[in-house]
């Protein structure tokens, strides 16, 4: 003799609630497959990275420190600081900015 009685014979609250446990079991099974496919369809493709020009050639003693990509142009901060700015066309320095930056205490 079994102890569980079948699903016919549970109340009806109980019923009900064992419906509503089932809807959000499937809700968060389908809620996780959206996630899913959206961070998978969604994220940027890693080696897609962006192209620095052919051409760009630091100056003689320039030891890059940090690299940031404009829209036609390229922005390499070095670590004697100064900023180069070069062209993305072409590779060619646009701009040198010297910064200074204030004595330590």
């Given at each position: 003799m079994s102890d569980t009685p079948d699903a016919?014979?549970?109340p009806p609250a109980l019923r009900f609630l064992k419906a509503l446990v089932i809807i959000l079991?499937?809700?968060m099974i389908a809620g996780l497959i959206t996630v899913v496919t959206l961070l998978v369809t969604r994220l940027p493709d890693p080696n897609a990275a962006?192209?620095?020009?052919?051409?760009l050639a630091l100056p003689e003693g320039a030891?890059?420190?940090a690299v940031t990509l404009g829209t036609g142009w390229?922005?390499?901060v070095t670590e004697d600081n100064r900023i180069l700015i070069f062209l993305t066309a072409d590779g060619r320095l646009l701009q040198e900015v010297k910064v200074d930056l204030p004595k330590a205490p």
């Open positions: 016919e014979g549970l079991m499937i809700t962006p192209r620095l020009p052919e051409g030891v890059p420190a390229v922005a390499v």
